[in-house]
């Protein structure tokens, strides 16, 4: 059975970090593409970054360029958001989804697996 769980949500002050987590497990991670999705409330749903399978190609959506960093650990089937500097407009659910056949990653309609969501809340 394959889970997806994010973690590492949380309050956070505008300009500080966090660090998401996406732990997945039932599945081989390295022949997946991982993408980091999120949704504020009344909002659709934005891809936010997104790391390819076999060569770890990075992508983001402008607004997050410099700000966060997506990484991967295979061995321990976890990929990482680092999120720094953060906004109020950042604050949202959280998101994690795995494919195989993922051609255009930072749209979600084609991964295989998403996790259920953690909240971020960047607020004074």
């Known amino acids: 059975q394959v889970q997806v769980v994010e973690s590492g949500g949380g309050l956070v002050q505008p300009g500080g970090s966090l660090r998401l987590s996406c732990a997945t497990s039932?599945?081989?991670?390295?022949?997946?593409?991982v993408g980091w999705f999120r949704q504020a409330p009344g909002k659709e749903r934005e891809g936010v970054s997104c790391?390819?399978?076999?060569?770890?190609?990075?992508y983001y959506i402008d607004s997050m360029k410099g700000r966060f960093f997506i990484s991967r650990d295979n061995a321990n089937d976890t990929v990482y958001l680092q999120m720094n500097s953060l906004k109020s407009e950042d604050t949202a659910v959280y998101y994690c989804?795995?494919?195989?056949?993922?051609?255009?990653?930072?749209?979600?309609?084609?991964?295989?697996?998403w996790g259920q969501g953690t909240q971020v809340t960047v607020s004074s």
């Open positions: 039932g599945l081989v991670l390295g022949i997946y593409t």
């Open positions: 790391i390819s399978n076999f060569d770890a190609s990075t």
């Open positions: 989804a795995a494919g195989v056949r993922v051609k255009v990653c930072l749209s979600g309609g084609e991964y295989d697996y």
